[in-house]
């Protein structure tokens, strides 16, 4: 089935450690994002991919940094930069322009909890 | 820039009655607007959109929403909920054709069916 695949669904990171949470689909679309949820907050946008070899920062870029090596894949890092990284994941796409009505799809969401 | 308001962050309603979530969108251009579904721990859904002609849309799972343009609303309706409605719902615009600000978020209201 086509969809959009994220992993792991739950990580821990110690503090100072980068971790990478991997987004892949098979919906052959252009577009592909990356949301943080936080309870009470809804999804914020991090950063956003039109084509590969090409991303743009979103609201809370800071302390996250991906790339677009395929069309299939993109990977979040998220930095030891980053000062308040426990939060719900979330990885999305969708076909032809980024943001032109079409339908945004999302996976099942990553947790990542700082100990 | 868009912002998106949803009124409550709660709304209790008893199994087989009517629902109404509502939301309400601040813009400077025409927008596109849609409802998300969220259940725990899973990623969203897309219920329906709005991006031009009617100003009524319908659904999935017997929901459907009102456009209206003069009080910058896009309220989600049901005549009859069940149990399995009981979820988080996100309200969302974007500007039409496109534009920096992307796809704004509200900040939810979680629908609880009671029996």
């Known amino acids: 089935d086509g969809g959009i695949t994220q992993s792991p669904k739950y990580l821990f990171r110690k503090e100072g450690q980068n971790v990478t949470l991997s987004c892949e689909q098979n919906?052959?679309?252009?577009?592909m994002y990356w949301y943080r949820q936080d309870p009470g907050q809804g999804l914020r946008l991090i950063y956003y991919?039109?084509?590969?070899?090409?991303?743009q920062k979103g609201d809370i870029a800071e302390g996250y940094s991906v790339s677009r090596e395929k069309k299939e894949s993109f990977p979040l890092t998220v930095t030891s930069a980053q000062k308040n990284p426990t939060a719900f994941y979330l990885c999305?796409?969708?076909?032809?322009?980024?943001?032109?009505?079409?339908?945004?799809?999302f996976g099942e969401g990553s947790w990542l909890t700082v100990v | 820039a868009q912002s998106v308001t949803q009124l409550d962050s709660q709304v209790p309603v008893f199994e087989e009655a009517p629902v109404e979530l509502r939301c309400n969108y601040s813009?400077?251009?025409?927008?596109?607007l849609f409802w998300y579904v969220q259940y725990p721990n899973q990623g969203l859904q897309l219920l329906l959109k709005?991006?031009?002609?009617?100003?009524l849309v319908k659904g999935i799972n017997g929901f459907e929403a009102e456009f209206n343009k003069s009080q910058t609303s896009f309220h989600l309706r049901k005549p009859s909920v069940h149990i399995s409605d009981t979820a988080e719902y996100f309200c969302?615009?974007?500007?039409?054709?496109?534009?920096?600000?992307?796809?704004?978020f509200g900040k939810g209201t979680h629908l609880i069916i009671q029996p």
């Open positions: 999305a796409s969708s076909e032809g322009r980024i943001f032109s009505g079409n339908t945004i799809y």
């Open positions: 919906l052959n679309h252009d577009a």
């Open positions: 991919s039109q084509i590969v070899n090409d991303f």
């Open positions: 813009s400077s251009v025409s927008v596109y």
């Open positions: 709005y991006l031009s002609g009617s100003t």
């Open positions: 969302a615009v974007s500007g039409a054709g496109g534009g920096a600000d992307g796809l704004t």
